[in-house]
């Protein structure tokens, strides 16, 4: 039992690259989040998905797509890399609705946009 | 809304006591509290959902004054292992779960 896990662990890109982050639970959970943390600002949600099929903005939405790929995976992806976007990005997935029910997480992915 | 953490950061000798305080100015569901070692991810402590309510995991306990739309997590007899940056999450009434900007605990021996 993996629980949440995320690719790639690091990656670096140049301003306007494209990239996806792979996100994968096995805990059968339903709903599935995209955060963003940068220091001093905690962790602010990109994107979510509250079941299979359907996907919804977040705090941060812009410059970011997501796709809900079947009930364990849920990507992200950064169609044209800006500097601010340079962050930590992390996964987490809950049993249902993340409002009365734990969320659990990946281990992240470090991006560096130059 | 984002919720206000209060202290920013905080440092303390093994077996001392801390408490960490959330606030929010609108009307709260529930509050979630969560752990985050450096360089991991956060991990899950608690959930607290009615007004008033108080939860406890091992020696870290919280409460939730709904009235006040205010939480405090409460550490006792701190450990080494309490080190890091605590998060409180908050879900006011028809939102999301919106964190905090995180407290920065650090035991030391």
């Known amino acids: 039992n993996a629980g949440v896990t995320q690719t790639p662990k690091f990656q670096v890109l140049k301003t306007g690259q494209s990239m996806t982050l792979q996100c994968a639970q096995d805990m059968n959970h339903n709903s599935m989040y995209w955060y963003r943390q940068d220091p001093g600002m905690g962790l602010r949600l990109i994107y979510y998905s509250a079941s299979e099929g359907t996907t919804d903005k977040g705090e941060v939405p812009n410059g970011y797509n997501v796709s809900r790929l079947n009930k364990r995976e849920f990507s992200l992806r950064l169609e044209s890399a800006a500097p601010s976007q340079t962050s930590v990005y992390f996964c987490?997935?809950?049993?249902?609705?993340?409002?009365?029910?734990?969320?659990?997480f990946g281990p992240g992915t470090r991006l560096t946009v130059t | 809304q984002q919720p206000v953490q209060s202290p920013q950061a905080v440092i303390l000798r093994e077996g001392e006591d801390a408490v960490i305080n959330c606030s929010s100015s609108?009307?709260?569901?529930?509050v979630h509290w969560y752990r985050q070692k450096h360089g991991e991810a956060p991990v899950f402590l608690m959930i607290l959902l009615k007004g008033g309510e108080q939860k406890g995991h091992d020696k870290i306990s919280a409460s939730f004054n709904e009235k006040k739309q205010q939480s405090s997590l409460y550490l006792t007899a701190s450990q080494l292992s309490y080190s890091g940056t605590y998060f409180c999450?908050?879900?006011?009434?028809?939102?999301?779960?919106?964190f905090g900007a995180g407290t920065i605990l650090r035991v030391k021996s």
């Open positions: 987490a997935s809950s049993g249902q609705g993340a409002n009365a029910y734990e969320q659990y």
């Open positions: 999450g908050t879900v006011e009434y028809g939102n999301k779960l919106v």
């Open positions: 609108k009307a709260l569901y529930s």
